[in-house]
Each structure stands twice: as C-alpha cells, then as structure tokens.
Nanobody
Framework: QVQLVESGGGLVQAGGSLRLSCAAS????????MGWFRQAPGKERETVAA????????YYADSVKGRFTISRDNAKNTVYLQMNSLKPEDTAVYSC?????????????????WGQGTQVTVSS
C-alpha cells in the first residue's frame, strides 16, 4: 500500500508557473506507475499526465502538452508536475495517484491509491 501527499498548489497569474509535488510513503515507490489528474468545479476528473515506474515513458493530455512536464525521483519517492504558461482553464484540484504495475496507465479507473488533492487557481 502507498500513501500520497500533494503539495505546491496555490494562486498564480495567467502565464505563470507552479510545480506540484507528490510524496509517497513506503519502500516500493519504484514499483508504481503514477499519474496527475485534475477536477474543475462542475466537471469530471480528467487525466493530465502519467509516467511509468522507471520514468522512461510519459503521457500528456492534449490540453497541457508542451506546457506541463511530469517527472519522478524514485530515490525521493516523489513525482512532480511542472506547470508552465498556466491558463485560467487550468484552475482545478490536482491529485496524484498510483497504480502497481509496469505500464503507462491513462485510465483513471486503473489507479488504486489517491492523494487528497491540492488546489491550483490561475487568475486572468
């Protein structure tokens, strides 16, 4: 089992940057594929980015491609989401999640462990 804690959210002006971190407990972090997800008010949760357990493969939603970067440091049990050129439509609660496995997982339903989420608000 793994417990996840996100940090790094906040209020930023359009065009600004934030880096989200997701710290995982346990000694088997490198066995888990990870993902970042977001949910805006009145909208369904969506997959933002995903990374496999080695960090060698990544996925990005079209809406964030070229602006966001997912990465992980298995020695620090942490996955990151660097968000640049933020837009008001990026405003949402961002959550990280983990799934045990060696592939790249895009579907929200595949993820077993979730953090509590961190609010990102982008003002225009």
């Amino acid at each position: 089992q793994v417990q996840l804690v996100e940090s790094g959210g906040g209020l930023v002006q359009a065009g600004g940057s934030l880096r989200l971190s997701c710290a995982a407990s346990g000694r088997t972090f490198s066995s888990y594929a990870m993902g970042w997800f977001r949910q805006a008010p009145g909208k369904e949760r969506e997959t933002v980015a995903a990374i496999n357990r080695s960090g060698g493969h990544t996925y990005y939603a079209d809406s964030v491609k070229g602006r966001f970067t997912i990465s992980r440091d298995n020695a620090k049990n942490t996955v990151y989401l660097q968000m640049n050129s933020l837009k008001p439509e990026d405003t949402a609660v961002y959550s990280c999640a983990a799934v045990l496995g060696g592939s790249l997982y895009l579907s929200i339903s595949r993820y077993d462990y979730w953090g509590q989420g961190t609010q990102v608000t982008v003002s225009s």
